[in-house]
């Protein structure tokens, strides 16, 4: 059994006095904190069957889908009281020996058990709750890197925000960079722009997969204001957003496949690989590749084509004087 008993006396940081009682209370970030801990544990207990757990079968039927808390409680070591606390969204203080056992046990996979760990690190006492530095800007010298990729690149904020590209990268995402707010969003694209639902081979994965990002990525700081501003956006203008949202997936996709279809050149199966900009962890270059000699690897070359055809089209619309309407 686990050493708790300091880790269970810990205060979550962030209480305010009540102006009536004089108590002190919760504050609304504090229970915000709480209530995505409490969504998180319990979709993974509630997805875990006790065979899968490798508990005895006890028949009788389960009124609660998946593990009960006493059993979660049993695999980690914990006492049944210390868990329910945890799930209550009382994470703070909790050990990474604790928070381990609880992973062991509800069996998550690198990028949950990464997720919990983050959690816990915003809930400990003296934990910073806003990001303070300002996001870095996509800088010349970053944009002469993109240049100089044969290859498809884009840079993307961990917001989804499509940040900048080379050629290639824009022929790549030309309806992505033709949306009407920019910075162009992936979120925004698959869950509101119809035109996703044609270059995307399998929508339905490219969602769950963006959805587990941002999951993630509003578990490292669930009080971004734009990343917090993003969500409400989809989740007001999307029920398929919300209904995904609320299963609680995290995921951190540095590495890849994705099949897409391309309107100029057709269907492309490409691999994507992510590298974090020095400095600024939460911006990175994306590039896509094509194994040599397949029908995907022509599609680029037809795409750089089609790339340099746009680009030259462009620069003569550029030239071509704007002649405003005589009023009459």
């Known amino acids: 059994m686990h050493n708790h008993r ?17 108590d002190r209370r919760p504050s609304l970030e504090t229970m915000e904190f709480e209530q995505e801990i409490k969504g998180f544990l319990m979709s993974r207990r509630e997805r875990i069957t ?23 409680a049993m695999l980690a070591g914990l006492s049944v009281e210390y868990y329910t606390r945890i799930e209550r969204g009382r994470l703070g203080g909790a050990s990474d020996s604790v928070l381990d056992a609880i992973a062991r046990a509800l069996q998550l996979d ?18 910073r709750r806003r990001r303070t530095e300002p996001r870095s800007p996509i800088t010349a010298s970053v944009q002469q890197v993109l240049d100089s990729m044969s290859v498809p690149a884009v840079v993307m904020n961990d917001r989804l925000d499509l940040l900048a590209a080379n050629d290639l990268g824009r022929a790549l995402y030309a309806d992505l960079f033709d949306m009407a707010q920019q910075p162009a969003n992936f979120a925004r694209y698959v869950f509101l722009d119809p035109r996703a639902a044609a270059f995307y081979t399998d ?68 691999a994507y690989n992510d590298f974090t900009l020095p400095g600024d962890p939460h911006i990175a270059i994306t590039t896509y590749t094509a194994d040599p000699g397949t029908p995907s690897a022509d599609a680029l070359t037809l795409l750089a084509t089609w790339a340099e055809t746009q680009k030259q089209h462009q620069t003569v619309n550029d030239d071509v004087p704007r002649i405003r309407p005589r009023h009459h």
């Open 6 to 22: 300091r880790a269970s006396r810990a205060r979550l940081p962030g209480t305010v006095r009540d102006p009536h009682t004089g």
């Open 50 to 72: 006790p065979g899968q757990a490798g508990l005895p079968h006890v028949g009788g039927d389960r009124r609660v889908k998946g593990l009960r808390r006493e059993e979660v």
């Open 110 to 127: 690198d990028d949950e058990r990464a997720h919990l760990h983050q959690l816990a690190r915003n809930v400990a006492p003296g934990a």
């Open 203 to 270: 929508l339905d994965e490219a969602k769950n997969q963006l959805v587990a990002i941002l999951r993630a990525t509003a578990g490292r700081d669930p009080l971004d204001t734009e990343v917090t501003a993003l969500i409400g956006e989809l989740s007001t203008r999307s029920v398929d957003f919300s209904t995904r949202w609320a299963k609680h997936n995290v995921a951190r996709h540095t590495t890849g496949h994705k099949t897409i279809h391309h309107p100029a050149v057709g269907t492309m199966d490409l």
